[in-house]
């Protein structure tokens, strides 16, 4: 996959033009309110320029995970009314994405109007990427964007069907993601870091695997840096651990170890008797971890290392906390070490990047997600891309 091919619509004349992009809409909500409008406030940019281009703009999407057609629960209406706030000018909802009634609104639609059709996914061709249903929502535009890097991991009709249908471009807020993550990966400054943490090393291999042959060190925390010191005969008590995947953890040392990719691990942990708000707590050399402990953060000596080893780095690459930051005070490691980073690149020394549910919002908590140099809104895309495999979505736009 050649991404230095993706094309911007950059210079193109969309003046009356239908154009489909292909958007992220699938944000929280609760009882038909947006809970969390962050995805959308990111889309708004980019449908704005098409808007002020004179381009007819037709936004999808998925919402929720419908399983026999359109369900109310699941319809994007209060998302369009959501949006509409957030651009300060009307987005009309199609009751369907494809068919007369997606058809007549978009025929109906001025130049610069926005319209929003009904969940992709309340057809099984999308999921099932059917060639027929990708020809029916083709049908309404005249070319193809995908700015939905959140959703470029699945290869589904709209995100992978339709470029095969339409002239297609890569829109703005995809292009940032895959710039951001080229940055760190492809063409970083080094020597660069990764922070790689969260529940379990099942859940990560590829990614532990892929990044020890790019990054010079690899910080590992969270319940998957217990079965890598298991691994390495340290006692962890009652603490999160996978042991059968010790032999895995010693041969991904093994390999980064080959590859001059220093894995870096806990000097010193925070343990509890429980995992509950207001548990007695208390800081203990990793080595000194007792059979009743649970391992829930690291410890100040390993925070001041982390930002040691930060401080010798230039690029920076996270992905999940360094413990169990939801309930204090066991966040407080991964807010310390976020704050490091968040102040090297306001200084203009480090470029940081991170992404990821979990850490957005170990970010958010730490306040400092608008400090880092780029924060992923997407969760699987940002996790697959880490794990070096090629994106459907993205691939088809590379063509």
Request: some cysteine; aromatic content about 4%; charged content about 25%.
């Amino acid at each position: 996959m050649n991404l230095d091919k993706l094309k911007t619509t950059d210079g193109l004349d969309l003046k009356g033009k239908r154009v489909l992009v292909r958007a992220d809409l699938n944000v929280p909500a609760k009882n038909g309110v947006v809970t969390d409008a962050t995805r959308l406030e990111r889309i708004v940019p980019g449908l704005k320029d098409l808007a002020a281009r004179g381009a007819r703009v037709v936004v999808l999407s998925h919402f929720g995970r419908p399983k026999d057609g359109p369900d109310t629960e699941n319809s994007l209406a209060p998302v369009a009314e959501a949006l509409g706030r957030i651009t300060g000018f009307p987005v009309a909802l199609a009751s369907d994405c494809v068919g007369e009634a997606a058809a007549s609104v978009v025929s109906a639609l001025p130049e610069g109007g926005i319209v929003v059709l009904e969940n992709t996914r309340f057809h099984k061709g999308e999921e099932k990427n059917d060639p027929e249903f990708a020809k029916a929502v083709a049908a309404l535009g005249d070319i193809f964007v995908n700015d939905a890097f959140s959703a470029a991991h699945r290869a589904h009709a709209t995100t992978e069907g339709l470029a095969r249908l339409l002239p297609a471009y890569a829109g703005p807020l995809l292009m940032e993601e895959i710039n951001a993550l080229r940055r760190a990966l492809e063409q970083p400054k080094r020597p660069v870091a990764a922070v790689v943490g969260g529940a379990k090393v099942s859940t990560k291999i590829p990614v532990l695997t892929n990044l020890s042959a790019k990054v010079d060190k690899l910080i590992i925390g969270g319940g998957m840096a217990n079965t890598f010191l298991l691994a390495g005969g340290v006692e962890i008590g009652k603490s999160l651990a996978e042991p059968d995947l010790l032999e895995t953890a010693r041969e991904i040392m093994l390999a980064a170890k080959s590859r001059s990719c220093e894995i870096v691990l806990p000097q010193d942990v925070v343990v509890a008797e429980r995992f509950a708000a207001g548990a007695p707590s208390r800081t203990v050399l990793s080595m000194d971890v007792k059979p009743g402990d649970m391992i829930l953060d690291v410890g100040p000596k390993t925070v001041g290392h982390y930002v040691d080893v930060l401080s010798r780095c230039e690029t920076l690459l996270w992905n999940g906390p360094l413990g169990a930051f939801e309930i204090a005070p066991f966040g407080e490691g991964t807010f310390a070490l976020a704050r490091a980073a968040a102040e090297r690149t306001k200084a203009g020394t480090l470029v940081s990047v991170a992404g990821g549910g979990d850490t957005v919002a170990a970010l958010n908590a730490a306040g400092v997600t608008d400090a880092f140099t780029y924060v992923s809104s997407a969760g699987g895309a940002f996790l697959e891309w880490l794990e070096g495999r090629e994106l459907p979505g993205v691939a088809a736009l590379a063509r």
